[in-house]
């Protein structure tokens, strides 16, 4: 029964793809690099320039990071706490300038449950001062910044940006000057050591600072240890005041890694701060050993990324599991829409091939085009992640220029199928004469195409072992990616095995160009799913953009074919069009790579049976006010996703049982990359999408089947 629902269901999907037209789906989070500014959902962060009396040797000179965070977003101080980083800038200044260290202003103490960390809220400045060398005499300073920080609220984020601005060498910039002098107004005051010490005793560290402003004497201050992980920031400590001498015992970290000499601390009170460097005395304890995790606990860590493999399997059995899981979606890929074409194709073929062994050959050509292209495809993926990209499954089709690649290709082939022109035509005599010789190769390069139209799809079986795969050594995770291939091409290998097949066709005759014509419009209905998806990542702009030069396109394929032209017209025309395409690239091109942007608006309570965006710590905050949670992680790129949501999805029983049970649903929109939902993949051991989970409070999120079923999905809410 389940069978015949899976293959009823791709069946759909097929002709779903022929027809696709929703509603954009919601915008992913962007970052925009370059210039002076670099924005995020989280943060806006901008380079400022303070140099009242121009760049010149013994004359002031800042840069500063200004980043101004969303309400309960926050960045981190030089010493971040329990838990965090610090932000890290990273200079290229000319010759004769050189940055000194962060001035870090006063940071704050936030707490998140049992921890404490120490960093920003609202709008901080980071100031760098800068030395000018007295040869310096260039017209203007020239400034890039690589800036790096993790911003996080219930849950982190790191992001990243690159600045530059240009300041004028022989005059004034003191636009910003208002943010810096108050930025230097609250950070902290260096005081003298004086008689000022810290004492170790037991797991306790006694503070006793002198010479503290009389103003602060009698008050409770707030204390920031500079350097990292000596003191617990969450742990409980007191403070008093003898006399003029401010103590305090503070508690040492049980992950203690150092035992400094010298200490510094700052002490703080209502925007007052003070800096002092004490020294240390007594003996310290014996430093916790580095936290490592055994290979046992990180060879189940990577097992348990199947913990949710097949719907009512047993529990993972690790590598054959992902195996057998990516031969078995490598062999449905052969039902989506986009390959099935090719690959009837290629069958129907056999009548011209009247050789046994010659259809073998083209079989093993075929399928080594399949497997040695994922292996490709695989061994890009880990080698982008290994380099620290957030990648997964189908990341290609989230670049705009591939999507219109696709479009171009497809619209090229679909034109050849409906007899607009043959490739033999725009190929010369010795290369058309070759292709006849090695048809084999055309075998080969069929794979090729047959995987790149194949790859944004997840089938069933797929989406567990892919997500295995990418925690696993390089060899491992090939493995998996080359059984994917192996079941691709096991159909057309075996129908090239089998004689029957071969004699089960009709004789050549007209049909097979009727049956090639016909497969024309399948292909042309995928560049039409190829402009929406192009119309999600780049808007109607974009989408208008692709469609004019695919006819323009198509428009110079058929001067170049014209037959029963004259030369001198065909050569007219071809040369129109060609000028025509390539005028059109350079004045309507740029609207395909250009991003779009929707505002995200998420209410403080998610309305049952309604979708709203998902977001990097939502689902926690949903499921924290007792609301059970669905999440749809999509692509517009991937089909199976469309036609889940266009049918169970869309179901009135289901969103009918959604709202009787309280769900909140979200959708995490993958079409453009986005590293925190690749993250959010990622610990639900998934790599690409359709992805479907449950989330409810005391209880690990579950994972639904890729192609969701209405059954399937009421009995699963029937459990909340």
């Known amino acids: 029964m389940k069978f015949q629902r899976l293959v009823s269901a791709i069946f759909f999907i097929a002709v779903?793809?022929?027809?696709t037209g929703a509603n954009a789906q919601n915008s992913l989070i962007k970052l925009s690099s370059?210039?002076?500014?670099?924005?995020?959902?989280?943060?806006?962060?901008?380079?400022?320039?303070?140099?009242?009396?121009?760049?010149?040797?013994g004359?002031?000179?800042?840069?500063?990071?200004?980043?101004?965070?969303?309400?309960?977003?926050?960045?981190?101080?030089?010493?971040?706490?329990?838990?965090?980083?610090?932000?890290?800038?990273?200079?290229?200044?000319?010759?004769?300038?050189?940055?000194?260290?962060v001035a870090w202003p006063t940071p704050k103490k936030i707490a998140i449950g049992s921890l404490a960390n120490y960093g920003y809220e609202g709008t901080v400045l980071l100031p760098v001062p800068l030395t000018v060398a007295p040869g310096f005499n260039a017209p203007q300073l020239d400034v890039t910044l690589r800036a790096t920080w993790l911003v996080c609220r219930l849950e982190c984020i790191p992001q990243e940006g690159e600045f530059t601005l240009s300041l004028p060498a022989r005059s004034s910039s003191a636009a910003h000057g208002q943010a810096f002098q108050a930025t230097f107004e609250a950070s902290p005051k260096p005081l003298p050591t004086g008689s000022s010490q810290l004492e170790v005793s037991g797991n306790a560290l006694k503070v006793a600072l002198a010479g503290l402003p009389a103003t602060l004497q009698g008050k409770t201050l707030a204390l920031y240890p500079e350097t990292n992980g000596v003191i617990a920031?969450?742990?409980?400590?007191?403070?008093?005041?003898?006399?003029?001498?401010?103590?305090?015992?503070l508690p040492l970290s049980d992950q203690r890694t150092e035992s400094p000499a010298q200490m510094p601390l700052v002490v703080a009170f209502n925007g007052a701060a003070y800096r002092i460097e004490a020294p240390v005395t007594g003996p310290w304890p014996a430093v916790a050993p580095p936290a490592v995790v055994s290979p046992a606990l990180e060879a189940a860590l990577r097992a348990n990324a199947l913990a949710a493999a097949l719907p009512g399997s047993a529990p993972s059995v690790g590598l054959l599991a992902a195996l057998l899981g990516a031969l078995l979606g490598g062999m449905i890929l052969n039902l989506m829409p986009c390959v099935f074409p090719?690959?009837?194709?290629?069958?129907?073929?056999?009548?011209?091939?009247?050789?046994?062994?010659?259809?073998?050959?083209?079989?093993l050509l075929y399928s080594a085009g399949v497997v040695l292209s994922f292996l490709a495809l695989g061994g890009l993926l880990l080698a982008l992640r290994a380099a620290g990209e957030q990648l997964g499954w189908g990341f290609q089709l989230q670049s705009p220029v591939v999507v219109a690649g696709l479009a171009a290709l497809f619209t090229r082939i679909g034109l050849n199928l409906a007899g607009l022109f043959e490739f033999g035509n725009f190929l010369p005599g010795r290369v058309a004469n070759l292709q006849a010789k090695n048809p084999g190769a055309n075998s080969f390069l069929t794979g090729v195409l047959a995987t790149a139209i194949a790859s944004p799809c997840t089938a069933p079986f797929m989406g567990a072992a892919l997500g295995f795969a990418v925690g696993l050594p390089a060899v491992q995770a090939l493995a998996v990616f080359g059984a994917i291939g192996v079941g691709m091409a096991l159909p057309y290998l075996a129908a090239s095995a089998v004689p029957a097949v071969a004699r089960a066709l009709p004789r050549p005759g007209a049909w097979m160009v009727t049956f090639k014509q016909l497969m024309a419009f399948p292909i042309f209905a995928t560049v039409v799913w190829l402009v929406w998806v192009l119309g999600q990542q780049s808007g109607i702009d974009g989408a208008g953009a692709l469609l004019a030069l695919l006819v323009l396109m198509a428009l110079a394929i058929w001067a170049l074919g014209l037959r029963h032209a004259s030369p001198r017209t065909r050569t007219l025309l071809a040369t129109f069009s060609i000028v025509l395409l390539a005028?059109?690239?350079?004045?309507?091109?740029?609207?395909?790579?250009?991003?779009?942007?929707?505002?995200?608006?998420?209410?403080?309570?998610?309305?049952?049976?309604?979708?709203q965006d998902w977001e990097p710590g939502r689902v926690e905050q949903l499921t924290a006010q007792g609301q059970s949670v669905f999440v749809d992680f999509t692509a517009a790129w991937c089909?199976?996703?469309?036609?889940n949501k266009k049918t169970t999805l869309a179901n009135a029983s289901v969103l009918a049982d959604m709202e009787a049970k309280n769900v909140?649903?979200?959708?995490?929109d993958w079409t453009r990359r986005d590293p925190a939902v690749t993250a959010a993949l990622a610990q639900l051991g998934r790599s690409g999408v359709p992805v479907y989970a449950i989330y409810k409070a005391g209880r690990p999120p579950v994972v639904l089947s890729e192609i969701l079923s209405v059954d399937d999905m009421r009995a699963e809410l029937a459990k909340l």
């Open 664 to 668: 909140a649903l979200l959708r995490a």
């Open 34 to 57: 370059g210039g002076a500014v670099v924005s995020t959902e989280q943060v806006r962060a901008e380079l400022l320039a303070w140099a009242p009396e121009g760049v010149e040797a």
């Open 583 to 611: 005028l059109g690239l350079w004045a309507i091109g740029p609207n395909i790579t250009k991003e779009i942007a929707s505002p995200v608006s998420v209410s403080s309570a998610a309305a049952p049976g309604k979708w």
């Open 16 to 19: 779903y793809a022929l027809s």
């Open 233 to 249: 920031p969450a742990g409980p400590w007191q403070q008093a005041w003898q006399g003029a001498l401010w103590t305090a015992q």
């Open 59 to 101: 004359k002031p000179v800042w840069l500063g990071l200004q980043l101004t965070h969303q309400p309960d977003w926050h960045t981190y101080w030089k010493n971040s706490g329990d838990s965090g980083l610090p932000t890290e800038l990273a200079w290229q200044l000319p010759a004769g300038i050189t940055a000194g260290d």
């Open 639 to 643: 089909v199976t996703c469309q036609y």
């Open 342 to 363: 090719v690959l009837a194709i290629k069958v129907v073929g056999f009548v011209h091939v009247k050789n046994q062994s010659t259809r073998i050959s083209h079989g």
